[in-house]
């Protein structure tokens, strides 16, 4: 037995031997499985085929995106100087339309979002349309800007080829189109004569810019009458104003109840209230005054915790609206009051210039373009030396003229042009100067050779914890002298972080960047779908905490490689992005710290985001996954970066992904004068 049981051991070391053996093989297929999936990856990204056309539809949460995002942006809304002057046509419907039509947008995973006037607005302003069994509605890949309620009849939704679904009376499609100009991404046909409602993109973003900017001046107006805040700026009204709320309470409520504890501050903007009072425990309730539209109670719950001296009750047969704002809210985006009265605001820094005249001499012929570093939607950026020192070389984003035209995107490359020129911090790309002809406007740039971050993190798969720290730290760095100048970013992805030779990153586009100045909103859609933030996809009108959230999306696909709000289509993306981060499963890669610090960055309410309270892009820094972070040592360049790119030369392209030739020449656009400014 002794024999038996040694042979049965050595028989069991001998299979876990094995079965080690084979771990170790199967570990090494799988880095090796790995390795070429990222050098797939790596082909695809430039070369898409024509299946991955098809399925570039498909992805899921959690699957690494494998190819540049395209930013998206709509024109931009000439209503903007005079809102309550736009015309907005209405078309008279039945009760039971209006009931058809509001159930279908209340179901609608977007449309269920938006306010109730907006919704009421929306249903006045639909307009009729007819379509024949077999008709198509909405083609596949067609530019679009209606989006419809079907009232009667069938149709069907196909997509490539393959059948979708059906839909019946009461649902809502096509609503991407009234967010920008995008290609339809379904086929809709009728399958019986339909009637159907639509309201096209700009009729719905007058309403959605009027509504918000009208309730917002109300809220304004309404503040500035309140005496204990006559005394504030504009730019802290606003803030304030942004975190009101409204409430509506029915006849006879109690707002307030003597006695009780409270920390809100009211003001009436609808009906009539009571206040009252008993003056002994026994006595009966006494009316001493009453408050209409504009007054106000309760205000000394914002200094501190309240002790309610009367009662407040609604006389109003229709009920009363309040604007209420709780102490929390208040003293985490304002401070206390007193310190507010007395607080003078900084100046705003000066664009620093970078006075350097060598540039103003150069002209194009000066240029001999070496490699192509990246192609986009506008044009292309190409690595270009300089005739008479070849040891100097630059960027060269050149763009075309017709296609800014075509897409009216103007207004976008003048604001471009105008802030990163003046724009002067180590972590923003340099532009020192542009040219035109009569095809391109060309951008000299700085070149920073250590390549893209999202090519890095393509290759690698993910960051750990302490390099993606190093990166974001570098955004902060950059939004801190952005944000101190009324600037707002709006195009934060790996895409948009090239690495410097340091393999520090820089933040370069600045198409979508603008001046916007402080507590001021500006109203234009424009991001990359997975980054947007969900007050641009609701048109709520957005600032520059905008760009707070998109660093907590930039963190959690730096420290994963995938963002955490993607679908096969841009809606779908929009509508987990309105569900919330809370929604989102963090998987373990992302360190305790890091997944606080997303959390507080991607509140759905811009006032409660970290980076847009009292201290400001202060409260970024000093959040605990920043201890310890040394942010002297990266101002000063000290700090040793988590890779240092190889770069031999200043012609040394290899740390960019290879692209193919551009054939495509556009036609001369000289006739606008648009470009004086090139």
């Known amino acids: 037995t002794m024999d038996y049981q040694y042979d049965l051991r050595h028989k069991v070391l001998l299979k876990d031997e094995r079965i080690r053996e084979l ?74 339309t209006k009931t058809l039509i509001r159930g279908a947008i209340l179901e609608n995973d977007f449309m269920k979002h938006l306010e109730d006037c907006q919704i009421e607005e929306i249903v006045d302003c639909m307009y009729p ?86 309730k917002h001046s109300e809220y304004l107006e309404f503040l500035t009458s309140v005496p204990t805040f006559s005394g504030l700026g504009e730019d802290l009204l606003r803030r304030i104003v942004d975190v009101m709320e409204e409430c509506h309470f029915d006849y006879g409520d109690y707002i307030i109840r003597q006695g009780a504890i409270g920390d809100t501050f009211y003001i009436i903007s609808k009906g009539n209230v009571e206040v009252t009072k008993r003056k002994s425990a026994s006595s009966e309730s006494v009316v001493i005054r009453k408050l209409a539209k504009g007054d106000w109670f309760g205000e000394r719950a914002l200094q501190g915790e309240d002790l309610r001296t009367a009662n407040v009750v609604v006389e109003d047969r229709e009920g009363a609206t309040c604007l209420v704002i709780d102490r929390q809210s208040f003293t985490q985006l304002i401070g206390d009051l007193d310190s507010v009265k007395q607080r003078k605001y900084d100046e705003v820094p000066e664009l620093s210039k970078k006075s350097d005249g060598f540039y103003d001499g150069l002209i194009l012929e000066d240029f001999t373009a070496i490699d192509t570093l990246g192609v986009g939607g506008f044009g292309r950026v190409e690595l270009v030396e300089l005739k008479s020192d070849p040891a100097k070389t630059y960027a060269m984003k050149v763009l075309k003229k017709r296609h800014i035209v075509d897409t009216r995107q103007q ?25 035109r002809d009569t095809k391109y406007i060309y951008m000299l740039l700085e070149c920073c050779l250590g390549g893209e971050l999202w090519t890095v993190l393509r290759d ?32 934060l992805k790996p895409e948009n972080l090239l690495l410097d030779t340091r393999g520090y990153a820089k933040l370069v586009d600045f198409g979508f960047a603008k001046r916007i100045g402080f507590s001021r909103k500006t109203w234009t859609f424009c991001g990359t779908p997975e980054y947007v933030a969900p007050e641009i996809i609701l048109n709520k009108g957005h600032d520059l905490s905008a760009d707070y959230w998109s660093l907590g999306i930039l963190m959690f696909e730096l420290m994963t490689g995938s963002p955490p709000f ?37 509140r759905d309410n811009p006032s409660e985001r970290l980076g847009n309270q009292r201290n400001g892009i202060k409260d970024i820094q000093k959040h605990k996954w920043f201890d310890g972070f040394h942010w002297i040592g990266l101002r000063k360049g000290t700090m040793a970066p988590p890779t240092k790119p190889q770069v031999t030369s200043s012609s040394d392209s290899s740390n960019f992904d290879k692209f193919p030739e551009d054939d495509d020449t556009p036609p001369p656009d000289d006739l606008s004068g648009w470009d004086n400014d090139f």
């Open 460 to 491: 690698k798969g993910h960051f750990d914890d302490s390099a993606a720290r190093f990166y974001t730290a570098c955004v902060v760095e950059a939004f801190t002298y952005m944000h101190a100048r009324g600037i707002i970013y709006r195009d």
């Open 129 to 214: 349309v007819e379509y024949s069994n077999g008709s198509c509605i909405i083609k596949e890949g067609d530019v679009g800007s209606l989006v419809y309620v079907l009232e009667d009849g069938k149709v069907a939704v196909t997509k490539a080829g393959a059948h979708l679904c059906n839909m019946g009376a009461g649902k809502v499609f096509g609503e991407l189109a009234i967010l920008y100009n995008c290609t339809r991404t379904a086929t809709v046909k009728a399958t019986t004569h339909v009637r159907l409602w639509a309201i096209d993109r700009h009729c719905f973003q007058a309403i959605m810019m009027r509504t918000g900017l009208l």
């Open 411 to 435: 207004e976008h490359i003048k604001n471009e042009k105008v802030i990163m020129m003046d724009c002067n911090s180590d972590f923003i790309v340099k532009m020192y100067r542009t040219f």
């Open 23 to 96: 771990e170790c093989m199967l570990a090494e297929k799988d880095e090796e499985i790995e390795e070429l999936k990222a050098k797939l990856d790596k082909f695809q990204s430039i070369f898409p085929t024509a299946t991955q056309q098809r399925h570039l539809g498909t992805m899921g949460v959690g699957v690494p995106r494998t190819r540049r995002a395209q930013g998206i942006s709509a024109e931009p809304n000439l209503m903007l100087n005079d809102p309550s002057s736009a015309e907005i046509q209405t078309y008279a419907k039945s009760e039971n």
């Open 566 to 602: 993607s679908g096969s289509d841009p809606m779908k993306t929009y509508n987990q992005i309105l569900k919330g981060i809370d929604m989102i499963e963090f998987p373990k890669k992302i360190s305790k710290n890091a997944q606080s610090l997303i959390r507080k960055l991607c």
